[in-house]
């Protein structure tokens, strides 16, 4: 039995590039030259146990949330205490995370990657690529739906959370709220996936407890997000825009509550179904 703690914190510090820029630009219409700033992106190679698993264009912001989070919202591991190590290396806009990851981890990721290894003419890889699209992810027990006194003016609030949004736009935000209806983190990258990554990893490595609280996303509410929540145990998450069809299936089928707050209308509570 390893007895390595969960890992709370990289082993070897990255220095990372500023989250944003200011670059020139000129009018299109009289030329007048000027600055603005930008939000930078790099690409995050990262490994588990010397395996390549993925590269992901990221936020050079909160690379170690975001590296938790990722892991566990993908499902490669279940918990932090599977993450032994993870050491950052590169500079520039090509950097590396080599995670340790448990044994038992290891295993299931490999058999993962084995399953879906194959030429796209083989006519099962295609029907393995969509279990993993499409897993069996536990049904969470149910919970309350939040006051709705929680979500007043809630678009307005969150600014405070977005400051690299609201210093050069370009990026998506998720929040955390607990169960108090207060607003305790957020996390922003300029991927939608990613900014709830990081904020599940936060969450995780600061081993604050969801119970009763909701999650917060400030993008399209898609499948790929209502399964990231669902293997961290939210059972509510609230979305600035619409969700997609297939989102709300799941979220129904998986007792998670999921509501839509629209600029200009009330709360919409998609999950659970209300009774006619």
């Known amino acids: 039995m390893n007895s390595k703690p969960p890992v709370c914190a990289a082993s070897t510090p990255l220095a990372l590039p500023a989250a944003s820029n200011t670059y020139d630009y000129v009018q299109l219409t009289d030329d007048q030259p000027s600055t603005t700033p930008l939000a930078e992106e790099v690409a995050l190679a990262i490994a588990y ?13 909160d690379l170690e949330d975001f590296v938790v989070g990722f892991s566990v919202g ?3 591991v279940t918990e932090p205490s599977d993450i032994y190590d993870i050491r950052f290396s590169g500079s520039g806009s090509a950097l590396h995370a080599d995670l340790e990851i448990s044994s038992r ?3 299931n990721l ?5 399953q879906l290894a194959g030429t796209s003419g ?14 069996e992810l536990s049904v969470l027990p149910g919970a309350p739906l939040p006051p709705a006194a929680w979500l007043e003016g809630l678009r307005q609030r969150i600014d405070d959370y977005q400051p690299l949004g609201q210093h050069c736009g370009a990026v998506h935000a998720a929040l ?30 600061e081993r604050i407890g969801t119970q009763g609280g909701l999650a917060i996303v400030t993008s399209r509410c898609s499948l790929e ?7 961290a145990g939210i059972q509510t998450l609230v979305s600035l825009s619409a ?6 299936q799941w979220a129904r089928r998986h007792n998670l509550n999921l509501i839509h707050l629209p600029k200009h209308s009330a709360p919409r509570v998609f999950s659970p179904v209300a009774e006619k």
């Open 49 to 61: 146990n010397g395996l390549n698993q993925a590269v992901m264009l990221v936020s050079p912001t």
């Open 243 to 248: 969700p997609t069809g297939l989102a709300l």
């Open 122 to 135: 083989c006519g099962l890889c295609g029907v393995e690529a969509l279990e993993q699209a499409l897993p």
């Open 74 to 76: 993908s499902g490669i």
């Open 105 to 107: 981890a290891f295993w």
């Open 176 to 205: 955390f709220m607990d169960a108090q209806g207060r607003l305790l983190m957020g996390r922003e990258d300029i991927g939608r996936h990613n900014a709830l990554d990081k904020l599940i990893g936060a969450l995780l490595r």
């Open 110 to 114: 490999k058999n993962q990657r084995r």
């Open 225 to 231: 997000l209502i399964q990231k929540v669902l293997r």
